[in-house]
Each structure stands twice: as structure tokens, then as C-alpha cells.
């Protein structure tokens, strides 16, 4: 981050601003509308845009009672009657944008820290903070219902809970080894998953369904895609690969979204 500030003749915070302005003007097309059209209840995207919460206020990005000002692990919008998850920043909230190895690490080590198991279970309302909130799978809450929105006024969970437990399909995102959070955040579902198996996950984490990454290219065989496919499934992770013909990747999404959507409604 600070060399392409310094490449652009821009400080770190202006180079965030300039990006920000670009991510609000982005706007949505068809395939945004046939995401939003799939029969799920939330989803996570590292875009920093609104393309996915068309309609709604980008002043109304962050759950009450967080007080996040640079990470992102509360950071949600209704769209559609859709939670939808911003987890490297948006544009309303410049700081926020996921920028840089820097941000990287320190956004991982924030992660590793709301995980760490814990004994002080959930707080009082009034005692919730971003900057220190806990996971409650990693505080004892052992059902899944649990992790519904609380009506006490603040989150009860973040988008990292959601991907650690829940059936997730990850779409439009090639996997590159330079995404660190997603691929150590498998890591930890995989570790926990066989632990779970010999009773050893003292966490109190539980899964349901798989992860399974749905990936649009012109060469299954591509060593790159091969690389990252074989990284996938080791740790668990069920790839989907759909050729594109003739660079035409609109078609190729279009089958994509329509076998995700039968299986989601199977």
C-alpha cells in the first residue's frame, strides 16, 4: 500500500479516498441481479462497492453499536432482504478499504484474536465493542440458531463466524494465494473440522455444509488453476470448474449461477 501511494504521488489515506470515489460509481448489472435472486440469507463479498445492496443507503453499512472505523468484521447492508457483507472495507468508509499487506496482517491478527476461545461468554449490550468483541461459537454458543441477529441492538456475530460454519459458495473470486485471510480462515475450518471428528475442538465451533468454489476460466488444465484447485481440496474444499468458449464469460456465469441455484434448491 504505502509503495502505490508512493508510485502515485498520493498519501496512503488520499490513494483510499481516490478508490472509494471509483467503488461508488460502480453499478450493478445482470449478474449482480442473479446473485441477489439465489435462495440465500447472507452474502460476503470483498468488493468495496454497492452493486449488491442496490437501493440501499450506504449510511446504513454498519450494524448498530459497532464502532469499526478500519476493519470489517461487522460491516453488513440489507440488500434485497439479503445481509451482505463487506468484509475488506467500502467505499462509505475509506479507511476500511482492505489495501496492502499492512491491513492484510493486522485485519488477520484481529481475526485471530475475535476466535480465540473464551470463558466471559457474550457481553451486556451496553458493554459491546468492535474493537474487542469475541466470536460467540468461540464464547460457547453451540447452536446455529444462535447466531440470528439479536434484537439487543448489537452484533452478536461477524462474516468470519458465518464462513467457519455455514454452507459457503465462493464465486468470482480466482483464489490467488495473495488472498491470506480466505485461505488461513479454510485452513482453520479444515483444522477444527477433523478435530471435531476425534472430539477434540474445544471451541465449540459446529459446521454445516461445504465450501465449494465455482470458478470460470478458459483451461481447466491451467497449471495456475491446477495450483490453487489441489490447495483447495486438501483442505477440504469442493471445486467447480465451468470452461469459458470463445471469451465469452457472461455465458459461463449464466450456467453457473442456474446449477448453483437447482442445487441450492434441491
Given amino acids: 500500500m504505502a509503495r502505490a501511494a508512493q508510485q502515485s504521488g498520493l498519501e496512503e489515506g488520499d490513494l483510499k479516498a481516490r478508490v472509494a470515489e471509483v467503488a ?50 461487522f460491516r453488513t447492508q440489507q440488500g434485497q432482504g439479503k445481509r451482505v457483507w463487506h468484509m475488506h472495507g467500502e467505499a462509505a468508509a475509506a479507511d476500511t478499504l482492505l489495501l496492502g499487506h499492512d491491513h492484510y496482517v493486522r485485519y488477520s491478527g484481529r481475526i485471530q484474536e475475535y476466535l480465540r476461545p473464551s470463558t466471559r ?15 460467540p461459537l468461540a ?36 483464489m490467488d494465494f495473495s488472498e491470506i485471510i480466505i485461505w488461513w480462515l479454510l485452513a482453520v475450518r479444515a483444522r477444527r473440522e477433523e478435530q471435531e471428528k476425534h472430539g ?47 471469451e465469452d464469460y457472461g455465458a459461463a456465469y449464466r450456467r453457473l449461477v442456474q446449477d448453483l441455484r437447482r442445487r441450492l434448491s434441491a
Avoid: M
Fill in 24 to 73: 461508488r460509481r460502480v453499478q450493478p448489472n445482470w449478474l449482480h441481479e442473479l446473485l441477489l435472486g439465489l435462495p440465500v440469507s447472507d452474502i460476503l463479498t470483498t468488493n468495496y462497492d454497492y452493486s449488491l445492496t442496490a437501493g440501499s443507503s450506504p449510511a446504513d453499512a454498519i450494524i448498530p453499536g459497532s464502532t469499526e472505523t478500519k476493519y470489517s468484521l
Fill in 121 to 135: 461468554g457474550l457481553p451486556e449490550p451496553h458493554e459491546w465493542k468492535a474493537s474487542s468483541a469475541v466470536s
Fill in 139 to 174: 464464547a460457547g454458543v453451540e447452536e446455529y440458531e444462535d447466531l440470528e441477529p439479536s434484537s439487543l441492538g448489537y452484533a452478536r456475530y461477524s462474516w468470519v463466524d458465518l464462513f467457519l460454519t455455514r454452507e459457503t459458495h465462493i464465486i468470482g473470486l480466482r
Fill in 200 to 246: 477434540l475442538d474445544s471451541t465449540q465451533l459446529r459446521h454445516s455444509g461445504k465450501v465449494v468454489w465455482w470458478e470460470c476460466g478458459p483451461d481447466p488444465k491451467d497449471e495456475s488453476y491446477v495450483d490453487r484447485r489441489e490447495v483447495a481440496e486438501a483442505l477440504g474444499v469442493e471445486a467447480q470448474f465451468y470452461k469459458v468458449s470463445l
